[in-house]
């Protein structure tokens, strides 16, 4: 087959899946029947497009395609879907250009986000849906198993039909608190591609460029909401240092030890243009603490050269939003011994080595050895060393750990 | 475009008040009052899609037929799940859809104390 077709395919299904299916289901009314009709229409692009050529507007081509095929269902099994339940659709049916209450694909992010499904199912059926990854892709993301995962989102789409979660975009007094459960969502979509917890790839690209996408699509549909910037600068800003975070070898490198000049500089700029903007709003929003932290990082030539005190200043903040949050107590104290010293460092630890939620930490076990080494008291450090390598799974922070321990206890001969 | 179809019209929806009875019982007169105010809102705004509801007695006063080792139905004392937190009161409403009953049943006073909830269960269609 064509290359360029098959790119062209591609291409079309990243930027234009979820309208294809979001404007199918409000003639459906039916996420099953709109999802099957939206992948019928892919796999027509394929077999018209070699001889036909590209269309000039794929997106449009698709969504033809897909809503012809719908009606051809709908006719047919009219009697049947009587006894059905149908997605509740509102009567309005706005287009392109209507304000952004009418925007299909907002109508379908809320609709997989509503708070009557676990966030489990919220994920899954983002990722199904919305992004378009395959049944087997979001299994794999989750590290499940295909017929559980196909389970879990069979289920979730049963429970909107049953309890009428609406195809909607709520109104404003149940806004803040759907809004608040799509950007953990799209964030948790983001972490799991970003840090990989387990498999050969340690970045996922399909959930990392999802998240993204969803975010600036979501900038762009709500360009008044405080949060959804937020976010979206706090994404770019990591996704800035994509590139940077594997070396030469294709393995991941940490922070300390990235060469900065191949992180992303347009990106950097967006996002903190994103930052400057959100950091003036009130309530200021966790999401924007998080990415100004994450500014820090992105603009500090070095690792050692990064303002340690505007760090440790904004994870005091984000520990007053986010009150009893060890994992942030614990990017404090590094940020202080940063900032401070290593004697300064292991004073903020302290008190969190009887936190019961660090207790099998490797971060906390690390971050104490390398303390302990900078003051040169290495039978304690090479404790705590074998002590994180025993709690860490990720195969290049043990690399990391093992080459630690190694210098301490050469040192100590 | 698309017809109508028959299941269109409202939707019904059970909502099950479950909470700790001692706790509904140690209310204060103050209390009650507010508490039975929320209720009356609840109604108000519901209006006509309150389709039926009452407020039970206490768990300790239900009865439950069960059956036993020979298949004959035994009566026994107490409800069907011996749990602190009970049923205690029903609504049966009509809504166009879940976020409708939701914002209704955000009124009713049982979901913003901590002892008690309101589980909202759709009502199967059978046309």
Same mark, same amino acid.
């Given at each position: 087959?064509?290359?360029?077709?098959?790119?062209?395919?591609?291409?079309?299904?990243?930027?234009?899946?979820?309208?294809?299916?979001?404007?199918?289901?409000?003639?459906?009314?039916?996420?099953?029947?709109?999802?099957?009709?939206?992948?019928?229409?892919? *796999?027509?692009?394929?077999?018209?497009?070699?001889?036909?050529?590209?269309?000039?507007? =794929?997106?449009?081509?698709?969504?033809?395609? @897909?809503?012809?095929?719908?009606?051809?269902?709908? /006719?047919?099994?009219?009697?049947?879907?009587?006894?059905?339940?149908?997605?509740?659709?509102?009567?309005?049916?706005?287009?392109?250009?209507?304000?952004?209450?009418?925007?299909?694909?907002?109508?379908?992010?809320?609709?997989?986000?509503?708070?009557?499904?676990?966030?489990?199912?919220?994920?899954?059926?983002?990722?199904?849906?919305?992004?378009?990854?395959?049944?087997?892709?979001?299994?794999?993301?989750?590290?499940?198993?295909?017929?559980?995962?196909?389970?879990?989102?069979?289920?979730?789409?049963?429970?909107?039909?049953?309890?009428?979660?609406?195809?909607?975009?709520?109104?404003?007094?149940?806004?803040?608190?759907?809004?608040?459960?799509?950007?953990?969502?799209?964030?948790?979509?983001?972490?799991?591609?970003?840090?990989?917890? @387990?498999?050969?790839?340690?970045?996922?690209?399909?959930?990392?460029?999802? *998240?993204?996408?969803?975010?600036?699509?979501?900038?762009?549909?709500?360009?008044?909401? *405080?949060?959804? %910037?937020?976010?979206?600068?706090?994404?770019?800003?990591?996704?800035?240092?994509?590139?940077?975070?594997?070396?030469?070898? %294709?393995?991941?490198?940490?922070?300390?030890?990235?060469? /900065?000049?191949?992180?992303?500089?347009?990106?950097?700029?967006?996002?903190?243009?994103?930052?400057?903007?959100?950091?003036?709003?009130?309530?200021?929003?966790? !999401?924007?603490?998080?990415?100004?932290?994450?500014?820090?990082?992105?603009?500090?030539?070095?690792?050692?050269?990064?303002?340690?005190?505007?760090?440790?200043?904004?994870?005091?903040?984000? %520990?007053?939003?986010? =009150?009893?949050?060890?994992?942030?107590?614990?990017?404090?104290?590094?940020?202080? %011994?940063?900032?401070?010293?290593?004697?300064?460092?292991?004073?903020?630890?302290?008190?969190?080595?009887?936190?019961?939620?660090?207790?099998?930490?490797? !971060?906390?076990?690390?971050?104490? @050895?390398?303390?302990?080494?900078?003051?040169?008291?290495?039978?304690?450090?090479?404790?705590?060393?074998?002590?994180?390598?025993?709690?860490?799974?990720?195969?290049?922070?043990?690399?990391?750990?093992?080459?630690?321990?190694?210098?301490?206890? *050469?040192?100590? /001969? | 475009?698309?017809? &109508?179809?028959?299941?269109?019209?409202?939707?019904?929806?059970?909502?099950?008040?479950? $909470?700790?009875?001692?706790?509904?019982?140690?209310? &204060?007169?103050?209390?009650?009052?507010?508490?039975?105010?929320?209720?009356?809102?609840?109604?108000?705004?519901? $209006?006509?899609?309150?389709?039926?509801?009452?407020?039970?007695?206490?768990?300790?006063?239900?009865?439950?037929?069960?059956? $036993?080792?020979? $298949?004959?139905?035994? &009566? &026994?004392?107490?409800?069907?799940?011996?749990?602190?937190?009970?049923?205690?009161?029903?609504?049966?409403?009509?809504?166009?859809?879940?976020?409708?009953?939701?914002?209704?049943?955000?009124?009713?006073?049982?979901?913003?104390?901590?002892?008690?909830?309101?589980?909202?269960?759709?009502?199967?269609?059978?046309?």
């Amino acid at each position: 087959m064509n290359d360029d077709v098959v790119a062209a395919v591609a291409s079309a299904h990243r930027r234009d899946w979820a309208q294809v299916l979001a404007t199918t289901v409000r003639l459906t009314r039916n996420l099953d029947l709109a999802e099957e009709c939206t992948q019928d229409a892919y *796999a027509q692009a394929l077999r018209v497009w070699p001889e036909s050529g590209v269309p000039e507007r =794929p997106g449009a081509w698709l969504s033809r395609v @897909a809503r012809n095929r719908a009606l051809d269902v709908v /006719r047919r099994e009219t009697r049947l879907r009587r006894m059905l339940p149908l997605l509740v659709v509102d009567a309005t049916t706005a287009g392109p250009g209507d304000d952004p209450g009418g925007d299909d694909r907002l109508r379908l992010i809320f609709t997989c986000c509503h708070p009557a499904l676990g966030r489990e199912a919220q994920v899954a059926l983002t990722l199904r849906l919305v992004c378009g990854l395959s049944t087997a892709e979001v299994a794999r993301a989750f590290l499940m198993r295909e017929p559980a995962m196909a389970a879990r989102i069979t289920r979730a789409k049963r429970k909107i039909a049953a309890a009428r979660i609406p195809y909607r975009v709520p109104a404003a007094d149940q806004l803040g608190e759907r809004v608040g459960a799509v950007l953990q969502v799209v964030h948790l979509i983001f972490t799991t591609g970003h840090t990989a917890p @387990a498999g050969p790839a340690l970045v996922r690209r399909d959930l990392t460029d999802g *998240a993204v996408d969803l975010a600036r699509l979501l900038r762009l549909l709500m360009p008044g909401d *405080a949060d959804v %910037g937020a976010l979206l600068a706090l994404l770019l800003l990591n996704e800035a240092r994509a590139d940077g975070r594997r070396g030469p070898d %294709g393995r991941l490198l940490l922070l300390c030890d990235q060469d /900065r000049s191949r992180w992303d500089a347009g990106l950097i700029a967006e996002g903190s243009a994103l930052l400057t903007q959100a950091l003036r709003r009130r309530p200021l929003s966790r !999401y924007a603490v998080e990415a100004a932290i994450a500014a820090v990082h992105a603009e500090a030539p070095s690792w050692e050269r990064t303002d340690w005190t505007e760090i440790a200043g904004l994870y005091t903040v984000l %520990g007053r939003m986010w =009150p009893g949050s060890p994992v942030v107590a614990l990017n404090r104290a590094v940020a202080i %011994g940063m900032r401070d010293g290593p004697q300064a460092g292991l004073t903020a630890l302290a008190p969190l080595l009887d936190e019961p939620a660090l207790a099998t930490y490797g !971060y906390l076990s690390a971050a104490r @050895a390398d303390f302990l080494r900078r003051l040169g008291r290495r039978a304690e450090a090479e404790t705590a060393y074998a002590e994180a390598l025993a709690l860490t799974g990720n195969e290049v922070e043990r690399d990391f750990l093992a080459r630690r321990l190694d210098d301490v206890r *050469a040192a100590g /001969r | 475009m698309i017809p &109508t179809e028959g299941n269109d019209l409202m939707a019904k929806y059970m909502l099950l008040i479950y $909470g700790d009875a001692a706790q509904w019982e140690a209310m &204060t007169p103050d209390e009650r009052a507010a508490h039975d105010a929320r209720h009356a809102a609840f109604r108000e705004a519901a $209006g006509p899609r309150v389709a039926g509801g009452e407020e039970l007695e206490f768990a300790p006063n239900a009865t439950t037929l069960r059956a $036993g080792v020979t $298949g004959e139905p035994i &009566t &026994t004392d107490g409800p069907f799940l011996e749990t602190k937190e009970a049923l205690g009161e029903y609504y049966l409403v009509e809504a166009a859809d879940l976020d409708e009953v939701l914002r209704l049943a955000a009124l009713l006073p049982e979901v913003h104390a901590s002892h008690s909830a309101v589980e909202i269960r759709p009502v199967v269609f059978h046309g």
